[in-house]
């Protein structure tokens, strides 16, 4: 579904240039889900935003079902780390801001939007703004606004990052019912070993100066019930954890 | 909503009979003809509002309302613009910078004599000034966006153009109101100075009408006319406020 070929980004000015990336190469298969995990500053969301044709590589190009990305693309839903939301904008204005954008019909898109909101536990909090809810319940509204748009592509960056560790194995399994509903790609972006191990179907464990994949660890077992518990959980956690330890020195 | 109202009301009337008594001490101490006492100015301003004292506050209102009101329709897209558009603001950011510390009031002989002794002249000389500070506050708040709010948008399918009108006139309404607000102590100052020239309506020339002639308690009158106008265009300006960006006004 995604193909990334022989992508280089370069940063800043000429003389200074710093070289995000260089022959970039990656692919993602249409229902995957991916997950990237990489030291602080080595690209990850760089390569989100390409993704996302929010950004143009220097060098290279991605295309998306064969299509070369020259800009956002109508069914890729993107989550940012930060900003996502608009603080002037109730969270029902937030989650129906793409479906109005877009000038699709009215009465429809209420509908939907209700549907969503009553998905995402958000109906009572539907008129409150971003700044009165809390972190979970904003990103569960970022989630919701992505899905107005019957994504087939779901880019994530780093969704979770800010929420205690209940709310955010509870989103993980919500992510989870997402994914596996339908035939949904996703490409997520995490710090955490475990949310990687247990969300991404393969996982990417990546480099820096310029970006590299320093291993890929299959993750089958991603999203089966109870696989948090299991030993094999574990011991995917500690092989992903020795590949970044490995990375660094 | 309802308590914070008449909270604010009761504010209003503390910070009334403060000044009012401040102004009788004062007045009583000094005992000189040009410092009436509080009851003498409100006698002339209840004798005065018979005769065409309202008529001069209407005159200063709509000159000032008016040129608020252009100086905003002009400075926020001039500033939203040059704040979005870097090669735009390369072009304009020069020409802003050398006159905008100019003191627009020098150029007052020529504007009356380009558009009269009336109404228009006075709006065009409050209008080039607020102007500025409107366009300069926009273009600032606009650069202080963060760039993920942009993209975030744009991710959603949105059109470029459309940033404008759901991002960027946002995002940048709070400060815009607190340009207002600066550039209502603004404007009212120029007003009076542009009304006290060659002119025979508004305030400005009321209170100076009544100087010459040595009326210090219909010039006080002209000066009460004066604070509420400010006070009313402040009280504007808030419930315009809350009007406009609601989501600054909830609880957290
Ligand atoms: N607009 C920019 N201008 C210059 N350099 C940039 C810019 N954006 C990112 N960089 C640089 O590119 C590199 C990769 O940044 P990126 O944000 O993609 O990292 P990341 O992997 O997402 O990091 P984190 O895990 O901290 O979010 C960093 O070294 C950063 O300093
Ligand atoms: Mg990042």
């Given at each position: 579904m995604i193909q990334v070929s022989h992508c280089s980004v370069a940063y800043g000015e000429p003389g200074e240039r710093v070289m995000v990336y260089e022959n970039f190469n990656l692919s993602v298969s249409r229902g995957e889900s991916l997950v990237m995990i990489g030291p602080s500053g080595c690209g990850k969301t760089t390569l989100l935003y390409i993704m996302a044709g929010l950004l143009k590589p220097t060098e290279g190009e991605v295309q998306i079902d064969g299509k070369t990305i020259l800009g956002p693309r109508k069914e890729t839903g993107f989550i940012l780390q930060e900003y996502g939301l608009f603080p002037w904008l109730t969270v029902e204005e937030n989650v129906s801001l793409g479906l109005r954008v877009r000038h699709l019909p009215r009465p429809a898109n209420r509908s939907k939007v209700n549907a969503i909101l009553g998905e995402m536990g958000l109906l009572s909090v539907r008129r409150h703004y971003p700044s009165q809810l809390s972190g979970g319940q904003r990103q569960r509204v970022a989630l919701a606004r992505a899905l107005t748009l019957d994504p087939d592509l779901l880019l994530m960056d780093e969704p979770l990052s800010a929420l205690d560790a209940l709310t955010r194995e509870r989103l993980q399994l919500l992510l989870l019912e997402i994914w596996q509903r339908g035939d949904l790609t996703s490409v997520l972006v995490t710090h955490s070993i475990e949310e990687a191990v247990f969300l991404g179907q393969r996982i990417l464990v990546l480099g820096a100066n310029p970006a590299i994949v320093l291993a890929e660890v299959e993750n089958p077992e991603a999203g089966s019930a109870g696989y948090r518990q299991t030993r094999l959980f574990y011991e995917r956690c500690t092989q992903v954890r020795s590949l970044l330890e490995g990375g660094q020195t | 909503m309802h308590q914070k109202a008449s909270a604010q009301a009761r504010g209003y009337l503390w910070a009334a009979l403060f000044l009012w008594l401040v102004w009788e001490l004062a007045a009583r101490r000094l005992g000189t003809p040009m410092l009436p006492t509080p009851e003498m100015a409100f006698t002339a301003t209840l004798r005065l509002l018979q005769g065409n004292l309202g008529e001069h506050f209407w005159v200063s209102t709509y000159r000032v309302l008016l040129s608020m009101t252009l100086s905003l329709l002009f400075g926020v897209p001039f500033g939203l613009v040059m704040g979005f558009e870097p090669k735009v603001d390369r072009v304009l950011a020069p020409l802003v910078y050398i006159t905008?510390?100019?003191?627009?009031?020098?150029?007052l002989p020529l504007i009356l004599l380009l558009l009269g002794l009336g109404d228009q002249s006075k709006v065009f000389l409050i209008t080039l000034i607020v102007f500025f500070q409107i366009l300069v506050t926009t273009r600032d708040a606009v650069r202080k966006i963060p760039l993920e709010t942009i993209s975030s948008f744009l991710s959603l399918g949105a059109k470029r153009i459309q940033v404008y009108r759901y991002v960027l006139l946002p995002a940048s309404l709070p400060d815009v109101f607190t340009a207002l607000r600066l550039s209502m102590g603004t404007s009212v100052a120029v007003l009076f100075f542009a009304e006290s020239f060659a002119t025979t309506k508004g305030l400005g020339y009321f209170i100076m009408d009544a100087w010459s002639r040595s009326a210090p308690d219909e010039m006080f009158a002209g000066i009460l006319a004066m604070g509420v106008l400010g006070v009313a265009l402040f009280i504007l300006t808030d419930v315009m406020d809350h009007v406009f960006i609601r989501w600054q006004h909830v609880q957290r």
């Open positions: - | 905008y510390p100019i003191p627009k009031i020098v150029f």
